[in-house]
T-cell receptor, first 116, second 107 residues
Framework: DTEVTQTPKHLVMGMTNKKSLKCEQH?????MYWYKQKAKKPPELMFV???????INESVPSRFSPECPNSSLLNLHLHALQPEDSALYLC???????????????FGPGTRLTVL | LAKTTQPISMDSYEGQEVNITCSHN???????ITWYQQFPSQGPRFIIQ???TKVTNEVASLFIPADRKSSTLSLPRVSLSDTAVYYC????????FGTGTRLQVFP
């Protein structure tokens, strides 16, 4: 299995809603990532989990809350979002070498989020 | 902080070879260079990865000069289905994608 899956595919939410994005992989990868991608822009790193521990938080607002329940799952909890948070949210996973070097990332199809 | 730049767009015709260059002046000693392809509303798809000189797989080649401050993705004999955005990524801990190159292939 060389696939990263993400649910839902599309999500529309109001600014007062609470929702969650889910990501799953079964490749034995021990690093998982959340990226945000606006239209016609490259993906921007939000969070990195390595061995189920948050290792990188790129100064993301607290209305985005990541969670890594186990080595195969990654969630992104959303609360009180703003319209400018509308974007494609991408999950990725990779092996982590013993040196700490990040190996090739494999991306999911993304969740298209619209905040009204 | 690595700054990774690419041409905004390129046009080609079916059957031609396409070379897309990425500039990464601040690449660190241990950094690898990875190239991805992305179609609209899909996640990036891995194409190729390298550290130095030349790497080739079944879909592309990657050329990296000795100073490693740039890299060139070579797509042989492109087809219409290669129309996409291509990103280079320097595998630092900041995982900063290049600006992306929109490739349009014409019949």
């Amino acid at each position: 299995d060389t696939e990263v899956t993400q649910t839902p595919k599309h999500l529309v939410m109001g600014m007062t809603n609470k929702k969650s994005l889910k990501c799953e992989q079964h490749m034995g990868h021990r690093a998982m990532y959340w990226y945000k991608q606006k239209a016609k822009k490259p993906p921007e790193l939000m969070f990195v989990y390595s061995y189920e521990k948050l290792s990188i938080n790129e100064s993301v607002p607290s209305r985005f809350s990541p969670e890594c329940p186990n080595s195969s799952l990654l969630n992104l909890h959303l609360h009180a979002l703003q319209p400018e948070d509308s974007a494609l949210y991408l999950c990725a996973s990779s092996f982590v070498e013993t040196s700490g070097r990040i190996d090739t990332q494999y991306f999911g199809p993304g969740t298209r989020l619209t905040v009204l | 902080l690595a700054k990774t730049t690419q041409p905004i767009s390129m046009d080609s015709y079916e059957g031609q070879e396409v070379n897309i260059t990425c500039s990464h002046n601040n690449i660190a000693t241990n950094d690898y260079i990875t190239w991805y392809q992305q179609f609209p509303s899909q996640g990036p798809r891995f194409i190729i990865q390298g550290y130095k000189t030349k790497v080739t797989n079944e879909v592309a080649s990657l050329f990296i000069p000795a100073d490693r401050k740039s890299s060139t993705l070579s797509l042989p004999r492109v087809s219409l289905s290669d129309t996409a955005v291509y990103y280079c990524l320097v595998n630092t801990d900041k995982l900063i994608f290049g600006t992306g190159t929109r490739l349009q292939v014409f019949p």
